[in-house]
């Protein structure tokens, strides 16, 4: 059964980084899209990025465009979301999802595509 493990959440400060890293279990990990989605208290879930089987390409939603940076390493089996500039308005737990697909489909964002999600990872940024 294909599973996914999110961690590298934590508290940080206006402006500070984070990364997050994702780790596929019982799964190639290359045949599958992976993507990053976020759900903040009382909010809906929100996708947050999408990159292909090869890392070649991706997707970010427009409000961390220029913050926000996805890659994968196929060989350690590892998504990463590599956070910068962060914002109050980035505070949620973060979601890793391995993708039904290798490709990301032009309405991955509203996760219904996903084979697997991870628990979570609580990102807090404080002002």
């Known amino acids: 059964q294909v599973q996914v493990v999110e961690s590298g959440g934590g508290l940080v400060q206006v402006g500070g980084s984070l990364r997050l890293s994702c780790i596929g279990k019982?799964?190639?990990?290359?045949?599958?899209?992976m993507a990053w989605f976020r759900q903040a208290p009382g909010k809906e879930r929100e996708g947050v990025s999408c990159i292909n089987w090869s890392g070649d390409s991706a997707d970010l939603v427009d409000s961390v465009k220029g913050r926000f940076t996805v890659s994968r390493d196929n060989a350690q089996n590892t998504l990463y979301l590599q956070m910068n500039s962060l914002k109050p308005e980035d505070t949620a737990m973060y979601y890793c999802a391995a993708e039904l697909t290798t490709g990301c489909k032009s309405d991955w964002a509203l996760g219904d595509h996903v084979a697997a999600w991870g628990q979570g990872t609580q990102v807090t940024v404080s002002s």
């Open positions: 019982q799964m190639t990990f290359d045949d599958y899209a």
